[in-house]
């Protein structure tokens, strides 16, 4: 029977094609979309950490400023827990790095990290060679000692076997090999780590680390954070005078590679996807409710022959499940091609995720794919089925097939509404964020109107070569000198930011003598620069002057503000000349002499709140930055008028051991900032145009359905004097109380919807009337073109062509 069934179904569809074909499209779409988005929730959220006992590691840390995350601790605080955490099996720190190493006469930059000798076995990680990290290789004056990766290995050390004791210089040190690590370790405990050195961390030192901790078999994760609030007092204590902590706390480990705000925008992502998907099966389920109405004298006469009401539903169901299936083949290559714009965007290719992110179709995901399928059947099978089982037989034999289908059209009528409504909300998310990207666009950036032209790289110098700040100055002065005799290079500069992209850092500011405020000391985006840093990015001084060889390390420390800092700090006077505290209330704070003003400029991504932000010299740095890992920007005056091998060329031409990495443009650095609201505007976007397109789609079909099925009754009208307004009022009618409806339910589902959408960091609002009034519009636009071709189809009905078989 069930055969029989199937091929039953596969008959009535083949002598429909453009009705199974459009059927598929619009469920293999709306399929698609949504699977491509679970299998971003399976791979960012639901897939586990590939360590034993994935649910017990926990990141160790204070709570971040944004709440999402967690940030460094201090080592004392780390030493503290160390040996007095109870709820903790082991506890390890790391501190992430970037590794200069000497290859074929050259050093090549690899990310790594320092980590304590108990970090491996933490994360269960068994060398693939020689040995691990022991606690005496943490020892102040211990030898120095490395782990590679096998990636690097392989690559760098042609798999040498005997790997294990060959020296090899490291940031321009020689290290001892004792071990190799596999693949699979490539995350551990930064993505893409290649380099593992001991950390070493001596009482007093005060240094920024990262802490990893598994709870003990018998703890479970609220135990261990009362624990920490148990240790607050003693966790203050361990911190320098002068400096406070927003208290230790733990989170799952898993957080520091998939943030929580990150987790939720994906799952309100798979939320709107299953809205498509929700509107894909109305869709079929309208076009399937007409196919029954065309064969409900065919349905009747099978059930005046003995067909039970359950063969009835069963054989609706089943064209439903064929049609399904038959969309699994449009839905899955979506599904790839989707994962595949994903790893471009935010990788330049798959190895630049981490390795256990498999970005692609996996058994968890063809298992969905297959339950999707079975539930898109029911929910587009389930109401044709149940108005055909419903159908009065006795009153549609009499009618000879041309009964009333009132009961048909009304259910129809409602699933319109609904798609309406559906609409309306994806439309409203849709637009929530094309309007944050252009809220992004639209706000200058201070040094980005010259962004396709300028260059940037990172630049990390041998450590052991560059022991004091005079000497690395010494260095970038040189490779910028040489740089700027290029007939294609309008200027050159050195600094640890990137305008309207990479942030220097966050620091405390305040005027001298005041006192901290309640809400705690202002804060300023702060870039260390030298003197051609206006004229690389062409941001414009106001007042005052700009850096210049007077500012030495033994000289006045100064500093150039810019305009939002002026107006927070002295909105009625001139800046020029005046005093500013950096990181006041700290044993080492210093004062600074303002010496010129610029434009306001925005130092870290274009996502981030904007705030006043202020230069120092890169002269005076000393003991502020970490100069031997600074960026180098090259502004040519074409875009491409400068090569990644040419600036390589240049700073190995004054020192071959320096590792030249990420080079990028200004512009592509500022894009990378903004990937998140991208990919948030692109997919909700393409949602909303998809929904769009189904909503347009079920409007004409039902409209369509109606005046095909009115066709006698428009006859009559015309025959007894009706014109053509009042045909298309009959007809209007019933569009506009289904358009009526269904945006009245849609605007009360959107008002919620964009306050969940709603997000400072991301420039997106809630209740936004600069959304809501185009949505409505665009909604009625497309209801407009859609009722188009029925009404003039409505006007075009000859009475006697309509009256004749009667």
Same mark, same amino acid.
């Given at each position: ?88 099996? *082991? ?34 990680? /068994? ?8 606690? #005496? ?118 957080? #520091? ?26 869709? %079929?389920?309208?076009?399937?409710? %007409? ?160 962004? /396709? ?53 966050? *620091? ?57 800092? /002026? ?12 005093? +500013? ?73 004054? *020192? ?23 990919? +948030? ?29 009115? /066709? ?58 600069? %959304? ?35």
């Amino acid at each position: 029977m069930i055969v029989r069934e199937f091929r039953e179904a596969w008959r009535r569809l083949a002598r429909r094609p453009g009705y199974a074909l459009l059927s598929v499209a619009v469920l293999g779409v709306g399929l698609g979309v949504t699977l491509f988005l679970f299998s971003l929730v399976n791979t960012l959220i639901l897939e586990p950490l590939p360590v034993p006992h994935p649910e017990r590691l926990m990141a160790l840390g204070e709570p971040s400023h944004s709440g999402n995350g967690i940030d460094s601790l201090d080592s004392d605080q780390y030493l503290a827990l160390r040996d007095g955490l109870r709820s903790a099996d *082991e506890v390890g720190a790391y501190v992430p790095i970037g590794a200069g190493v000497e290859e074929n006469g050259g050093a090549r930059y690899y990310p790594g990290s320092r980590v304590t000798a108990s970090m491996m076995p933490l994360l269960g990680v /068994t060398p693939l060679l020689g040995r691990g990290l022991l606690p #005496s290789d943490e020892a102040p004056g211990a030898p120095d000692v490395v782990l590679l990766g096998e990636s690097l290995w392989r690559r760098g050390f042609k798999a040498d076997p005997h790997i294990a004791g060959r020296a090899v210089r490291i940031n321009g040190e020689w290290a001892t090999v004792v071990g190799v690590l596999p693949a699979s370790a490539a995350y551990m405990p930064v993505s893409g780590s290649e380099v593992w050195l001991p950390l070493t961390l001596p009482p007093g030192q005060h240094r920024e680390v990262r802490g990893v901790v598994r709870l003990a078999p018998d703890h479970q994760l609220a135990q261990a954070r009362a624990e920490l609030d148990a240790w607050a007092a003693r966790l203050q204590a361990a911190l320098p005078a002068g400096k406070h902590t927003r208290g230790v706390t733990l989170k799952p480990w898993k957080f #520091s590679f998939v943030p929580e705000d990150m987790r939720q925008w994906v799952w309100l992502m798979f939320g709107a996807a299953a809205l498509v998907l929700l509107l894909a099966c109305v869709n %079929v389920a309208n076009l399937q409710l %007409v196919q029954t109405l065309q064969r409900r004298h065919e349905l009747a006469l099978r059930g005046a022959l003995g067909g039970s009401r359950a063969r009835l539903v069963s054989a609706a169901l089943t064209e439903s499940l064929l049609l399904s299936l038959a969309a699994l083949a449009v839905a899955l290559p979506i599904v790839h091609w989707g994962n595949r714009w994903i790893v471009s965007v935010y990788f330049n290719d798959a190895s630049g995720a981490a390795p256990f992110h498999h970005f692609g179709l996996d058994g968890r995901v063809l298992v969905a794919a297959f339950v999707a399928a079975v539930l898109s059947t029911a929910l587009a099978g389930v109401i044709p089925a149940w108005r055909a089982a419903r159908a009065d037989l006795q009153d549609v034999l009499r009618d000879g097939g041309k009964g009333s289908s009132a009961g048909f059209a009304r259910v129809t009528r409602i699933m319109v509404v609904a798609e309406v409504a559906l609409t309306v909300v994806l439309l409203v998310g849709a637009g929530t964020f094309l309007r944050a990207v252009g809220s992004v666009l639209s706000q200058p950036v201070a040094g980005a109107a010259h962004a /396709t032209q300028v260059l940037t790289a990172n630049v990390m110098l041998p450590a052991a070569s560059y022991t004091d700040d005079a000497r690395r100055i010494r260095f970038f002065d040189a490779v910028g000198e040489r740089l700027r005799q290029d007939a294609g290079v309008v200027d050159a500069t050195v600094s640890d930011t990137v305008p309207g992209a990479v942030l220097g850092s966050h *620091e405390d500011v305040s005027l001298p003598g005041h006192p901290q405020p309640a809400d705690g000391w202002p804060r300023a985006q702060m870039g260390i620069v030298d003197p051609h840093f206006l004229g690389t990015y062409g941001v414009h001084l106001r007042e005052g002057r700009f850096f210049d060889p007077r500012d030495r390390a033994d000289s006045a420390p100064v500093a150039v503000v810019d305009a939002k800092m /002026t107006a927070a700090m002295w909105p009625r006077d001139n800046a020029v000349g005046r005093k +500013l505290v950096l990181w006041p209330g700290r044993p080492f704070a210093l004062t600074l002499t303002v010496i010129g003003v610029i434009e306001p400029l925005q130092l870290d991504g274009v996502l981030e709140k904007s705030r006043p932000s202020l230069l120092l010299p890169l002269g005076q740095s000393a003991g502020q930055s970490p100069l031997h890992a600074v960026g180098l920007a090259v502004r040519a005056h074409v875009a491409g008028g400068l090569s990644a091998q040419q600036l390589a060329d240049a700073v190995h031409a004054v *020192e071959p051991q320096a590792a030249v990495y990420g080079v990028r443009s200004q512009a592509a650095a500022m894009a990378e900032a903004r990937v998140g609201l991208t990919v +948030l505007s692109t997919v909700f976007g393409a949602l909303g145009l998809v929904a769009l397109l189904l909503a347009g789609a079920g409007l004409y079909g039902v409209l369509a359905f109606s005046v095909a099925q009115r /066709t006698r009754e428009i006859g009559i009208r015309r025959a007894i004097g009706a014109g053509n307004r009042a045909i298309m009022r009959e007809v209007g009618r019933q569009l506009l109380w289904q358009l009526g409806l269904g945006l009245g339910i849609g605007l009360l589902l959107a008002w919620p919807w964009s306050a969940l959408l709603a997000d400072p960091g991301l420039h997106t609002r809630a209740h936004d009337l600069r %959304v809501f009034a185009p949505v409505l519009l665009i909604v009625l636009l497309v209801a407009l073109i859609a009722s188009l071709v029925p009404l003039l189809r409505a006007l075009r009905v000859d009475p006697a062509i309509a009256l004749r078989h009667e």
